[in-house]
């Protein structure tokens, strides 16, 4: 193979939890997934990343753990995974776990022990600070609201939480530490597990000194992230890894690495670098957050120049130097049709849309459970049917220390909450939406029986069936994953057009962003040029195509 076989991959997301329940408890499972294993082969993606699987209290629905080789009472056993893992294989389908190793469940026996006191064995598997009169180490703002630090009365010192206070940052300095997840990372591979998502993988390693950040405006707090992101020892910490681990086994790693530019992203992801695959980074779904008031609580408009501008800075800039993961929305982010499309009068054509404009780009692309089927935001009606620990917290920050009433707060978490990507997923018009036979653990998306599995499979004209046939075509044209990107009409305010070739093909891909027609004069060499792909059934126009709304096509040169 000329080319290693995850630039070939398609990865579809499950966050287990909302996926499908078995047993009827009101939460997702690892049997249910197994269920569901066929639909996925018929979509046509290769690999399955799970969000965490392990032992979990769940203070922050797994990304907090308290064993790492023990699987969640609630997701099954370890032999059901074990059969997950068979069945999954036996379908050609590849399983990618999620790394959380910057930080463990405060019920992890390491922390356990580590906070007995000074002189425990594991102290230095975490971060403990003195602090200074009665004061912390610094005052970085923690990702979930309030300070980076908690204090331990018994010893009166601080541990280091990035996240909650229930999920305290390990010590990467330690070295054994390290050795500790290196041993664990085999102890998932050797059983064939095929690949990595490296939670907050740019995390791991601190400045000692923990210094200042810079204040944020209308708080107490400083911001650490320009401190602590990509830090000091990283690339150390993560070319030690490669060798101990992940260069003895043919595995596809991508690291989450917020705040990276793509010079940055080159660094952990080139192949040279004996680093990662690929990184996910954040400038599209996080533009214009860093100046809003109240970050992506106050939610700012999006302009599709500036949503442009970034992807094809991340395009050209990793294109030979590295390699793209290309997503819309995970499970931390809000529906991809709800945020970048329209999710009422043209849901399905616009969904449609922001599947050609995403996968026809160069990288791996990552489908997020549900956006094969445009499933959108939820409303609930009150904060009281949230679930996410960053949602609450920042609800009540922003009512106590900001002065927003609720309205205003569930405005903003209606648009950017992270329970949007987390209602149960629709697989029928039945009760629950066929998720679950017992209560679901979340309430669910009203919408369902409307938006479901089983009628999106039994309708051509489907959001499903344009992911599938996509799919398949990318993986049938290889300028898709080797040719040159070329953005076209940077600042067309509704359009956006870009050209991918190499020796052989040239094609014009189109994204129209809008509700209303629109018109876009295409380059000469694709007028009467073969439709390879379209989500209208016709296409107007011939110099200057006539854009319906949301439309999306594909031209191959002549
Ligand atoms: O998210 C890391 C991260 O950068 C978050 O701040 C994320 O960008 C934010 O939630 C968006 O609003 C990872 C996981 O994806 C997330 O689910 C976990 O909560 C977090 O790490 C801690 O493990």
Not at 63 to 86: H, K, N, P, Q, V
Not at 138 to 162: C, I, M, P, T
Request: charged share 25%; with cysteine; glycine share 8%.
């Amino acid at each position: 193979m000329t080319h290693p076989w995850w630039k070939d991959a398609v990865v579809y997301q499950i966050y287990p939890r909302s996926f499908q329940d078995s047993d009827g408890d009101g939460v997702g499972d690892l049997r249910g997934i197994i269920r569901r294993l066929d639909y996925l082969k018929r979509l046509g993606v290769d690999v399955l990343w799970l969000s965490p699987i392990y032992a979990s209290p769940n203070d922050d629905n797994g990304y907090d753990i308290s064993d790492y080789r023990a699987i969640m009472t609630e997701f099954g056993t370890m032999a059901d995974f074990e059969e997950l893992l068979r069945e999954a294989h036996a379908r050609g389908l590849k399983i990618m776990l999620d790394l959380v190793v910057n930080h463990t469940s405060d019920e992890h026996p390491w922390f356990i022990e580590s906070r007995q006191g000074p002189d425990s064995a594991k102290r230095d598997y975490y971060v403990w600070r003195k602090g200074a009169d009665g004061q912390p180490p610094n005052r970085w703002q923690s990702f979930f609201s309030g300070s980076v630090w908690e204090k331990d009365a018994a010893s009166g010192e601080y541990y280091l939480h990035l996240f909650s206070r229930r999920q305290p940052d390990l010590n990467w300095e330690n070295p054994q530490v390290r050795r500790e997840v290196y041993d664990m990372m085999r102890f998932w591979l050797d059983k064939g597990v095929d690949g990595w998502r490296m939670d907050t993988v740019n995390m791991f390693s601190k400045p000692q000194d923990f210094p200042e950040g810079q204040p944020i405006p209308g708080t107490s707090l400083t911001e650490g992230q320009p401190l602590f992101l990509n830090g000091p020892r990283i690339h150390e910490f993560l070319q030690e890894m490669h060798r101990e681990v992940l260069a003895h086994y043919d595995v596809m790693t991508v690291g989450e690495t917020p705040g990276v530019s793509p010079t940055e992203g080159a660094l952990y992801c080139g192949a040279e670098r004996g680093e990662l695959n690929m990184v996910f980074h954040f400038e599209h779904v996080f533009l214009g957050d860093e100046q809003a008031e109240r970050g992506k609580w106050s939610n700012p408009p999006l302009a599709l120049p500036d949503i442009k501008r970034v992807l094809a800075r991340w395009q050209t800039g990793l294109h030979g130097r590295g390699w793209n993961s290309l997503y819309w929305d995970n499970h931390d982010q809000p529906r991809a049709v709800s945020r970048f499309g329209d999710d009422r009068q043209y849901r399905v054509e616009s969904a449609k849309m922001l599947c050609t404009v995403l996968l026809f780009m160069q990288g791996t692309p990552y489908i997020y459970q549900g956006q094969e089927l445009g499933m959108t935001n939820v409303s609930f009606e009150s904060m009281h049917h949230y679930k996410d620990i960053e949602t609450l917290n920042a609800s009540k920050v922003l009512r106590e220390e900001h002065g927003w009433d609720e309205a205003r707060i569930l405005a903003g978490v209606y648009a950017r909450g992270r329970d949007n990507a987390r209602t149960p997923m629709h697989w029928s018009a039945g009760t629950n939406a066929g998720f679950t036979t017992g209560t679901p653990w979340i309430g669910l998306n009203p919408n369902y029986p409307d938006i479901n599995a089983e009628a999106a499979e039994a309708d051509p004209g489907s959001v499903w069936h344009h992911y599938r046939d996509v799919i398949a075509l990318r993986k049938a044209l290889p300028v898709v994953r080797e040719g040159a990107f070329t953005l076209l009409d940077a600042e067309h305010p509704t359009v956006f057009a870009y050209v991918r070739d190499d020796a052989h093909t040239r094609l014009l891909v189109v994204g129209h962003f809008h509700g209303q027609p629109g018109t876009y004069p295409i380059p000469r060499e694709f007028v009467g040029g073969e439709v390879l792909s379209n989500n209208y059934p016709g296409l107007e126009g011939e110099r200057e195509l006539k854009l319906r709304p949301y439309q999306a096509v594909v031209l191959r040169a002549r």
